[in-house]
């Protein structure tokens, strides 16, 4: 008998091991002429190629059931084929046609991979490539140009994404899908992720605790890896940046490759930039900052599984422009010698996808540690820390149709912050957190027109932390033993009226258990004194939104609504009390609030004038205590306009582009308590340069005429500094390919 189930068991082992599928075929324009080198992509097997000069292509050793696969080519749609293999050759004659405006993706943050259109959650998809003219010294300001996104920063080295008014803790940031934990609760700290090795971004606006637990209820902003090199090829690339303002040095130099089964990669860069000019000239002292990378990946796809494994390192030294720092330095410079921070961060992730049948199964696990450090006068350690996180998630996909898709899973979090060395301040006490959770979620769609999702989520936390001084100091803390679960859900739908026009509706309930520092700070951070609250209850938000898209081939048109209701909302102010030697203590406490408003866009290319476009995007943001009274950091209500001028294979100089940009900021005058109200201003930036097959260069003016203003969300008003200046950038991409 047990030579019989054995027997019987590695039957089924081969029979799931060596059956595979097949898709083959052709790609070819509206004109029936082949498309030599449109990229076919199937993202959940991490799998690429190309076609050859009579449009052809094959894809081998793929698993049975739904799959979706993405034909691209530069100026034309992005087709996207679902399809179901059931271990036989597919044969799929795709015709693109030839549009002139961004077209929609392939996008994985929403639980599973959807076309943006499919998604109930909406998800906007920004491409690096289309933003390659942006050259700026701060690369999280590039997710600025999503309307309802924008920044709070403290020069071009410190900057935390804010989406339509919530920051910090409330916005979950994912590399590459892994939960970045790098310290994010604060505003002085950076996002601490390079933009080099990146394909594209994908945000999520509003509550996304159901995927993705505490911390996400202002939504997730996913960075996502570079594709694969196509299969039997081996690319390079290597990247160069000038900076006027900052007389910034930019280098990254990366290589990857694929056969049929294996893929891998290697990239590394290094930034330097000097303390910054503020419009008119004069420079802001200790806002230089220098950062190096490391970037490896490799994986092993077949029909039974894709194993993946990504190495990321990233170390920061960033300069603390306080008040301490700017009475100390009156020569600009970029080395890093006092008052500035370090930041050592690795990451080690497994991303792995298992085909049995016609049920996926992912098994996903990360290792990451980051250490802190503050330096204050030469050679003087202040505060040095370090948080490890292990992060672990197990989804199964069940059988489904081309109509429907089911995902049961479960995540965990374990998390360590301990103090090392016994440095001078203790920012934060020894603490670990633990996180479990449970969770579905299902897709079904009605009538070919109407897609419903729905989902719910379980959590349970523990926070617990060890005592620091004595209890009779004023600087004691008590160790707190707490513990929080919560129920998360959301409910919407999509329904393409016409496959020009759809509609979208989601109700989602999300929640943000406090964070340490909320709970536990008693003494000085930066240039403030902050004292937490170990009574701090977790926060609970309801939000409804509605968004309509229409396009055409030559012109989209986006409008989207919201409206966040969030109970005991926590967030730090100004008291009436003051330290003995005269600070005013910043308390964190609570209170109900209402975030609203809405983000509109469109772009439209005129027919018969191929090399014009032109796109514009506004958004209104407002956040109201229950008293009444303003909340802090909510972003001034802002237009963006950009006029783009691009020519398709010259004769010399290949892709010929020039584009012209322009920011207004309104006036903010609804400012919290503790804010001042700031004027508006407008912004000009202008850029041109060509790419060619082997090679790019670009050439950019970022704030033409030397405005001298600041961003409600800027951080340097405090000690009365403006923003970034006048900055003049030149890149330069080399790109290299062979068998």
């Known amino acids: 008998m ?8 590695l039957v089924v082992l081969c029979q799931i091991i060596y059956a595979q599928s097949i898709i ?18 199937i993202p959940e097997q991490n799998k690429l190629t190309i076609t050859n000069k009579k449009g052809n292509f094959e894809l081998t050793d793929l698993p049975s059931g739904k799959i979706k696969i993405q034909f691209s080519y530069v100026g034309y749609e992005n087709r996207i084929e679902t399809i179901i293999l059931n271990n036989s050759t597919t044969e799929l004659n795709i015709k693109l046609k030839q549009i002139s405006i961004v077209a929609e993706e392939i996008t994985i943050s929403g639980g599973y991979h959807s076309t943006q259109h499919e998604n109930a959650v909406k998800i906007d998809v920004m491409k690096l490539d289309n933003v390659a003219h942006s050259v700026i010294p ?7 140009k999503v309307p309802g996104v924008d920044m709070i920063s403290k020069g071009n080295g410190i900057s935390k994404p804010v989406i339509r008014g919530l920051g910090m803790d409330n916005i979950l940031v994912l590399n590459n899908n892994v939960r970045y934990e790098n310290y994010q609760y604060s505003d002085h700290h950076p996002l601490g992720i390079d933009e080099f090795g990146i394909d594209k971004i994908e945000i999520i606006k509003g509550p996304a605790s159901l995927l993705y637990g505490s911390d996400a209820i202002g939504g997730v902003i996913n960075f996502l890896n570079e594709k694969p090199a196509p299969i039997g090829k081996i690319e390079a690339d290597y990247n160069a940046q000038l900076f006027s303002n900052s007389q910034g040095i930019v280098n990254n130099i990366g290589v990857k490759g694929s056969s049929k089964s294996f893929f891998a990669g290697l990239r590394f860069g290094q930034k330097s930039h000097s303390d910054y000019l503020q419009g008119g000239g004069i420079f802001v002292p200790n806002t230089r900052f220098n950062n190096y990378t490391l970037k490896a990946n490799a994986g092993y796809t077949r029909n039974f599984g894709t194993f993946k494994l990504f190495y990321d390192y990233n170390s920061s030294k960033i300069g603390i422009p306080e008040d301490h720092a700017i009475e100390h330095i009156n020569i600009r410079s970029r080395k890093n ?19 049995i049948r016609n049920y996926k199964i992912e098994l996903n696990t990360a290792l990451q540690n980051t250490d802190l450090i503050h330096f204050g006068e030469i050679d003087e350690t202040e505060i040095e820390m370090a948080l490890q996180t292990i992060t672990y998630e197990t989804k199964i996909y069940l059988p489904t149709n081309k109509k429907s898709e089911y995902i049961v899973g479960m995540q965990g979090l374990n998390q360590l912050n301990s103090n090392k060395n016994n440095r001078e301040t203790i920012l934060m006490p020894n603490a670990t957190t633990n996180n479990y959770s449970v969770f579905g979620l299902l897709q079904h769609t009605f009538f070919k027109k109407l897609i419903i999702q729905s989902g719910i989520r379980y959590d349970y936390k523990t926070i617990v932390s060890q005592s620091i001084g004595l209890p009779n ?3 004691y803390r008590k160790a707190i033993d707490n513990n929080y679960e919560s129920f998360s859900g959301s409910l919407g739908a999509t329904y393409n009226l016409s496959k020009k026009l759809l509609f979208r509706y989601n109700f989602a309930s999300a929640y943000r258990t406090p964070n340490l520092a909320e709970l536990t700070s008693n003494g000085m951070h930066e240039a403030r004194y902050e004292l937490g609250n170990n009574n701090l209850i977790p926060q609970k938000a309801y939000e409804n939104d509605f968004s309509i898209h229409f396009h055409t081939n030559n012109f989209t048109c986006d409008i989207a609504g919201f409206y966040n209701s969030i109970n005991n909302y926590i967030y730090i102010a100004p008291s009436q009390d003051i330290t003995s030697d005269g600070s005013i203590i910043y308390k964190y406490i609570q209170n109900n609030a209402e975030l609203f408003g809405g983000e509109a866009g469109l772009q439209f290319h005129p027919k018969n004038v191929d090399w014009l476009l032109f796109e514009t995007t506004f958004s209104n943001i407002t956040g109201i205590k229950k008293n009444g009274e ?10 963006r306009n950009e006029i783009k001028f691009e020519k398709k294979k010259t004769k010399f100089f290949g892709d010929v582009y020039f584009v012209i940009n322009s920011l207004t900021a309104f006036e903010q005058n609804n400012a919290s308590p503790e804010e001042e109200k700031t004027d508006a201003y407008t912004l000009f930036d202008v850029g041109f340069g060509f790419k060619r097959k082997v090679f790019s260069l670009g050439f950019s003016i970022n704030n033409l005429t030397d405005q001298k203003y600041i961003d409600h969300l800027s951080t340097l008003r405090d000690v009365n500094y403006y923003n970034t200046g006048r900055n003049f950038a030149l890149s330069l991409r080399i790109n290299l390919t062979t068998k």
């Open 2 to 9: 047990k030579k019989f189930l054995t027997l019987s068991l």
């Open 24 to 41: 083959n075929g052709n790609v070819t324009d509206q004109n029936n002429e082949p498309l030599s080198g449109t990229t076919i992509f």
């Open 138 to 144: 701060n690369f999280s300001k590039i997710l600025t």
């Open 337 to 355: 010698e006092i008052f500035f921070q370090q930041f050592n961060t690795h990451l080690i992730s497994s991303q792995n996808k298992l085909f």
């Open 473 to 475: 100091n004023n600087d």
């Open 630 to 639: 303003y909340l802090p950091f909510i972003p001034a209500n802002k237009l």
